[in-house]
């Protein structure tokens, strides 16, 4: 089992930037993906970022330019840096690590909250 533990989410305003961050318990560097993703109330669970074994990315067409993903092995760490951050962009940011191997399974935190005021 992984167990993973956001943290990092607030309340910003337009145009600011926050860094969210999810450590797991387990060793990420089995995870195939791993990912940031948010739900605004009312909306579904949408994929925000992600990081794939073979270090490449995605992300939604709404946030690219401005939130980056990264991550650490060595701290099993995995890191969403939001920059010029709009309103839109408020909701609660879950991270999630997919794995094929060892605890086979997709995991997920318990969520953070950000805000961004207008």
């Known amino acids: 089992q992984v167990q993973l533990v956001e943290s990092g989410g607030g309340l910003v305003k337009a145009g600011g930037s926050l860094t969210l961050s999810c450590s797991a318990s387990?060793?990420?560097?089995?995870?195939?993906?791993m990912g940031w993703y948010r739900q605004a109330p009312g909306k579904q669970r949408e994929l925000v970022a992600e990081?794939?074994?073979?270090?490449?990315?995605n992300y939604a067409d709404s946030v690219k330019g401005r939130f980056s993903i990264s991550r650490l092995f060595a701290k099993n760490t995995l890191w969403l840096h939001m920059y010029s951050l709009k309103p839109e962009d408020t909701g609660a940011y879950y991270c999630?690590?997919?794995?094929?191997?060892?605890?086979?399974?997709?995991?997920w935190g318990q969520g953070t909250q950000v805000t961004v005021s207008s």
């Open positions: 990081i794939l074994n073979d270090d490449s990315t």
């Open positions: 387990g060793a990420l560097i089995g995870a195939k993906t």
């Open positions: 999630s690590a997919q794995y094929t191997v060892g605890p086979i399974g997709t995991y």
